[in-house]
């Protein structure tokens, strides 16, 4: 992980091996390049004329635009690295968190291989300096635990993630200020620990192996964990995780995370759809869409980093976390088609679609938590290809029993800078899951396809509890190049959204 400190040393005067600075495109109705806050004693260093030598080599001050210039003399860092904003507030406003916390990754990313670098990025609060050191993290990250046999480091020809971060602006002795940092870091750490998890191939996390590494984290962090096996599911009639699982040599586990504070006076369940691969089972997936099915335990990567964060920040709420793992695996004792499943609530479904799978480990999991009779329940899941087709590769679906509760996720998710957009649950969606055989089917309409599954989803919540479902299949796994401070491959998406519930107990 890359390291973090806070310095109110000068721009021109620490010693680093690059020095980060902001530029952005002049307000509406200005013209040319504008350098942004922070980087007073580097323009002056080049006479001034900093803007102008950056123009010069193309730049625009673009959001995400990186250029780079050798130091003039007066500077101790070698190598000055400019990172767009994108255009510049109006006199009086302030830069937008999202876009420093972006520029930051940008630069973090640009900067692999090198030792140190000073961000001198426009910290007018704490929040700014949060959102810097964030990002900036965020952005260093490289998985890196494969490329040279398993002792992670990088091959011959890859660069390592930049090793140092220090925040020019910040105030080391500042209780908010350092508290802030506190936070930026213990969250940074768990987002990477989830995109770790997404990114470790299906032949090493699997429900048992994925079981252990919660295990560990709740001891080292001091959480209750609680491991159900197989023959536990067996015991408790856990009918939809066990159905999801029979097919495979990798049995499946229901994981139960609880981090408690003597102050808390609310409780939030978290529950994770875990299919730490998915075939398809007997309705296998077509040929070009398994290669990245090893993501799709994503949301339970997403409630396990949520937990620990929440447990290292001591924040004063009970935070339960429900972990459903299973393996979608095509066998001669996999699920079929037509089959029927008992669920843990006593329910029966008729399974339609094998692919349909994660609805039912969340069932199970979503009733079992409701037992405990929380003050709001969270699923998080890679649930459908319909919500990708609905909002892209970069926005996640939130459906839910209380508009309020919908709408404050959505807010929350912006504030923190993820994209989210809240989706309706259309009553008359629901007859297309009846089924001839069972209680109700895994299956309905192909239209609305996402919204089905989340109607699904909510048969199994327990009464009068306050429930949401995000539906995370766009922008868990990026298939595409690395962009701000998100890499290629696992993502974290959801995790400071749901970091930012619990410390907004008055919420829910």
């Known amino acids: 992980m890359t390291a973090l400190t806070l310095s109110t040393a000068g721009a021109a005067t620490l010693r680093a091996d690059a020095l980060v600075v902001g530029v952005a495109k002049s307000p509406k109705g200005g013209k040319g390049l504008v350098v942004a806050p922070g980087a007073e004693a580097v323009d002056k260093a080049f006479g001034g004329k900093l803007a102008t030598v950056l123009e010069t080599?193309?730049?625009?001050?673009?959001?995400?635009?990186?250029?780079?210039?050798?130091?003039?003399?007066?500077?101790?860092a070698p190598v000055v690295l400019a990172v767009g904003l994108g255009t510049a507030p109006e006199k009086g406003e302030s830069f937008d968190s999202e876009a420093l916390r972006r520029a930051a990754g940008c630069a973090a990313r640009a900067l692999a291989g090198t030792k140190k670098a000073a961000f001198a990025l426009p910290v007018e609060a704490v929040e700014d300096a949060e959102a810097i050191a964030e990002g900036a993290l965020l952005g260093a990250y490289a998985f890196t635990a494969y490329r040279s046999g398993m002792d992670g480091k990088a091959g011959k020809d890859a660069k390592g993630p930049l090793a140092e971060v220090t925040l020019l602006g910040g105030k080391p002795r500042d209780k908010a200020y350092k508290a802030g940092a506190e936070r930026a870091v213990a969250l940074a750490e768990e987002i990477n620990r989830a995109r770790d998890l997404v990114n470790t191939p299906p032949n090493d996390l699997y429900p048992e192996s994925?079981?252990?590494i919660a295990g560990a984290a709740g001891k080292e962090h001091g959480i209750k964990v609680q491991v159900l096996d197989e023959k536990a599911l067996a015991k408790g009639g856990y009918g939809g995780i066990l159905g999801v699982g029979a097919g495979s040599q990798n049995p499946p586990r229901l994981v139960r995370l609880a981090y408690t504070h003597p102050k808390a006076a609310k409780t939030l369940a978290l529950v994770g759809k875990g299919i730490t691969y998915d075939s398809g089972g007997i309705s296998?997936?077509?040929?070009?869409?398994?290669?990245?099915?090893?993501?799709?335990?994503?949301?339970?990567?997403?409630?396990f980093a949520a937990v620990i964060t929440a447990a290292r920040l001591g924040l004063p709420v009970n935070v339960t976390g429900w972990l459903a793992l299973a393996e979608n695996m095509p066998s001669g004792s996999a699920t079929r088609p037509g089959d029927v499943l008992r669920m843990y609530s006593g329910k029966t479904v008729e399974v339609l679609n094998t692919d349909a799978e994660g609805r039912l480990v969340l069932a199970d999991a979503l009733t079992r938590a409701s037992e405990e009779n929380p003050d709001a329940i969270v699923d998080v899941a890679t649930l459908t290809g319909a919500m990708v087709l609905a909002l892209g590769n970069r926005t996640f679906g939130i459906m839910a029993n209380d508009d309020a509760f919908r709408t404050s996720l959505h807010e929350i998710a912006q504030e923190v800078g993820?994209?989210?957009?809240?989706?309706?649950?259309?009553?008359?969606?629901?007859?297309?899951?009846?089924?001839?055989?069972?209680?109700?089917?895994n299956m309905g309409e192909r239209m609305g396809g996402g919204l089905v599954a989340g109607l699904f989803l909510k048969e199994f919540v327990g009464?009068?509890?306050?429930?949401?479902?995000?539906?995370?299949?766009?922008?868990?796994?990026?298939?595409?190049?690395?962009?701000?401070?998100?890499?290629?491959?696992?993502?974290?998406?959801a995790v400071r959204t749901l970091v930012k519930l619990a410390e907004r107990t008055d919420l829910f």
């Open 210 to 212: 994925f079981a252990a």
């Open 284 to 303: 296998l997936k077509p040929a070009g869409h398994n290669e990245t099915m090893k993501c799709d335990m994503s949301g339970a990567a997403a409630v």
């Open 418 to 441: 993820e994209q989210s957009w809240p989706m309706p649950l259309p009553a008359d969606l629901r007859k297309g899951m009846d089924s001839p055989t069972a209680d109700i089917a």
């Open 57 to 76: 080599l193309g730049a625009s001050g673009g959001e995400g635009e990186v250029t780079k210039v050798p130091s003039p003399a007066g500077l101790k």
């Open 463 to 493: 009464e009068g509890i306050t429930w949401a479902h995000l539906d995370i299949a766009g922008p868990a796994y990026n298939e595409g190049g690395p962009f701000g401070y998100t890499p290629k491959g696992g993502t974290g998406s």
